[in-house]
């Protein structure tokens, strides 16, 4: 286990021996994701990370220039990266609700989400968990206030760390989330949302 500091969640236990790769024809699972539950201003978060420890580089042949990359390296480097990227917690989190907010009168996939919760979710319950009653651009904005705050997932694809964001509605509707992707720079690269 190693021990790291972070700037909003202390001191952090991550389990560097975690056998598990998501590459190729690999599903991710509670049993093989590195998975860690934090709290973040009352709320439980959980952070998942995908590790290399164990993986031979037969196994990521698919990686950029992978004759330059040694495990030892990739797993330093993945968990320094990782934890820089959970300081920025705060950012991502506001970043990634202006992404909403903006986008839902422009994308159909925001918008659909949105849609599909009111379609959904009782008009009562809608009014209880948000106090809003109908969907408009003015209560979009409440509503992506209000949902809890998210789970982050740091998955490596071909030599980047691709940052997964996502949002449930409550801890009422576990299933019913909303998320997006982050680059290296977390700069947002796709959105999308759990079927309901």
């Known amino acids: 286990m190693g021990n790291y500091k ?8 991550i389990n560097e021996t975690a056998v598990f790769f998501n590459g190729p024809n690999m599903l991710i699972d509670d049993e093989a994701s590195e998975k860690i539950e934090l709290e973040f201003n009352g709320q439980k978060v959980i952070f998942r990370f995908t590790h290399f420890e164990n993986v031979s580089l ?8 992978p004759e330059l990359i040694t495990e030892k390296n990739l797993k330093k480097d993945f968990i320094k990266e990782c934890i820089e990227k959970m300081d920025k917690y705060s950012e991502i ?6 992404f909403f907010i903006e986008w839902y009168p422009k994308d159909d996939v925001v ?9 959904h979710i009782t ?16 209560t979009v904005k409440v509503i992506v206030e209000k949902l809890d705050y998210p789970n982050i997932c740091f998955d ?16 009422l ?6 998320g997006v992707e982050m680059d ?7 959105a999308g949302f759990s079927s309901f």
């Not at 972070?6 to 236990?13: A, C, E, I, S, Y």
């Not at 037969?58 to 220039?65: E, G, K, L, V």
């Not at 918008?111 to 379609?119: I, K, M, S, V």
């Not at 290296?184 to 796709?190: A, E, Q, R, T, V």
């Open 6 to 13: 972070t700037k909003h969640f202390g001191n952090v236990l």
């Open 58 to 65: 037969n196994h990521i042949a698919w990686c950029s220039a």
């Open 93 to 98: 989190d506001k970043t990634t609700r202006e």
């Open 111 to 119: 918008r659909g989400y949105f849609h599909g919760l009111f379609d």
């Open 123 to 138: 008009e009562e319950r809608m009014l209880k968990t948000f106090g809003v009653k109908k969907l408009d651009e003015s």
């Open 156 to 171: 490596y694809d071909q030599g980047h760390i691709i940052t997964c964001v996502d949002y449930k509605v409550s801890a």
């Open 173 to 178: 509707y576990e299933g019913m989330f909303i």
């Open 184 to 190: 290296d720079s977390l700069d947002i690269i796709s």
